[in-house]
């Protein structure tokens, strides 16, 4: 009968699949990539299996190394929250890197982030605005934000909330216009693309079997340039719920057909990676961010 596994082998294992490899592991555990090679060794002869085919430039899992991997991770995340509880009167505390897109962090973290360091003052955090696909361990990022459907990265995930979407022109656009009475109206208007994802730029609303195309004003690659344009008054565009939400109560912006638009809401989710550090400081993040994005909050 096998012993059952030391948690800190477990660990070691884990961050040597993460990081792809002994010498990156090392430098991030700060341990000499042969002290994590003998771990590893000691856990296959315990366990008696075979959990990497070692190279000279890479390591590959074998079958039973990949049936234990989710075990592994779950050990080793509910020894952390063991580990958690047992400090319960220390508050979370230390760096926590966040990457999230430009408008995300504008309209809805920026304003509400002084909460947040109330709550948590020993937490430093650290903001990278991005949308693109993130290589967490390359980047040291701690969490992303991420929206939409989302690939299977082997990251660990909790989704967050949703958002929907709103079809918005200035009032002096409409003005110069005139407010369009039906949908097939704004085929006359013009509208600010979003230069990517191009399906943003389709307008469908329900019960019109094609999207509406309107006329391109002008195209921009960032979602808070189309906003300041839209502003302007250069044309319409439809936008995520958090981003226009303020300019429509201020009378900055008006919604077009709302509860028309026939367009799918996104998934908000986290990616992450489990680590025996900052697990505290990173789960007070993300109960906080659930919070503020309830649609009441």
Do not use: C
Not at 176 to 186: A, M, N, T, V
Not at 271 to 283: F, P
Request: charge should be neutral; avoid cysteine.
């Amino acid at each position: 009968m096998h012993e059952l596994p030391q948690t800190r082998d477990l660990a070691v294992f884990l961050a040597v699949v993460d990081h792809g490899g002994f010498a990156e592991a090392g430098r991030v555990l700060r341990n000499a990539p042969s002290t994590l090679s003998r771990t590893v060794s000691r856990l296959e002869a315990e366990l008696g299996v075979k959990l990497l085919r070692r190279s000279t430039r890479a390591i590959e899992l074998t079958p039973e190394g990949r049936d234990l991997l989710g075990a592994a991770r779950e050990i080793v995340a509910r020894a952390e929250r063991l580990s958690d509880l047992a400090s319960q009167s220390r508050a979370p505390r230390g760096p926590l890197r966040v990457d999230a897109p430009v408008p995300f962090v504008l309209h809805r973290l920026a304003p509400r982030l002084a909460e947040f360091h109330s709550l948590y003052p020993e937490i430093a955090l650290t903001l990278d605005m991005s949308d693109a696909v993130l290589d967490l361990l390359g980047s040291q990022t701690d969490v992303a934000v991420r929206f939409g459907t989302l690939s299977d990265s082997g990251m660990l995930r909790r989704r967050l909330g949703r958002t929907g979407w709103t079809l918005v022109a200035a009032p002096a656009y409409l003005e110069r216009l005139g407010h369009p009475k039906r949908p097939e109206d704004l085929a006359e208007f013009g509208q600010v693309r979003f230069a990517a994802p191009e399906h943003i730029n389709d307008l469908r609303f329900r019960g019109l079997p094609a999207p509406i195309r309107p006329r391109p004003t002008v195209t921009a690659t960032n979602g808070e340039a189309v906003r300041r344009l839209v502003l302007g008054g250069l044309g319409i565009a439809r936008f995520s719920d958090y981003m226009v939400a303020d300019d429509l109560a201020a009378g900055r912006l008006v919604a077009l057909f709302p509860g028309e638009l026939d367009a799918e809401p996104l998934d908000i989710t986290a990616l992450y990676l489990t680590r025996a550090s900052g697990l505290r400081r990173l789960a007070a993040f993300l109960d906080w961010l659930e919070e503020i994005l309830r649609p009441d909050s």
